[in-house]
């Protein structure tokens, strides 16, 4: 499918840039949050929301409740400037898209580009998202170099298609354009820190000190899932 760049010249004024970096955040950790700080910056973001799902199709039932994970996620961007918590689609009662949720912010803010955040291991698997050619018209996106992930044959290719300079990304409108963006590489996963909760061995320096303590009160992630 061909998917149409409007890249603005010089001139054009800059709008305010949205950024959202969706995940499962369950919990939230440095390897979320160190990237979204550089994003935020690289991309000159008016604001920078960390969107936690619903309980996403393709993945298992998250192992903190939709309240936890938002509240985790409100302590750790807690001071941290451009950093903000969009928790509508978790706390929606159905299954939702990424599409419908950037239809509606778009709704909301017609003036905003958008930019959607994710990492190379979600990238490879965009082909499986509802609509993933209506997240394109809607916003841009930016692939965040994760360690240990790699392309799949569709995202190489798309990729190709649709690759623009850090320039052409900064002044284009909410179009489909995407970019890869490296960032201090943090080998930090979710499923590993359950784990390593569950087997009863420590988390410290790998997520926020609140965000900890929150887990240890809440007994959270004590059973592997
Ligand atoms: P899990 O281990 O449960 O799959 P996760 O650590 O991958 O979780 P998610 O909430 O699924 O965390 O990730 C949200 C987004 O953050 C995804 O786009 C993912 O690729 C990205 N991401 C997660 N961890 C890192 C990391 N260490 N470095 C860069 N990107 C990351």
Redesign the pocket.
Known sequence: MAITLHVADESTPVSRRIGL??????PV?Y??LR?AVEMAERYELTTLYLMPNHKPAHRQPAAATTDNRIEMLEMAVHNAPKLEVEAREALRDRPSYTYDTLCEINQEQPDATLMFF?????FAAFDTWHNWEGVLALANLVI?N??AASHSAFSRDLLKRQQASHGELIRCGSTGVIETCD?TQ???????VRRRIASDLSVRFLLPEPVLEYIADNSLYQYNH
Do not use: K, N, Q
């Open positions: 970096f969706g995940g499962t955040f369950d950790h390897g979320h990237p994710m990492g190379m291991d979600a965040v994760r360690p960032v943090l080998a930090i996963s979710a499923t590993d």
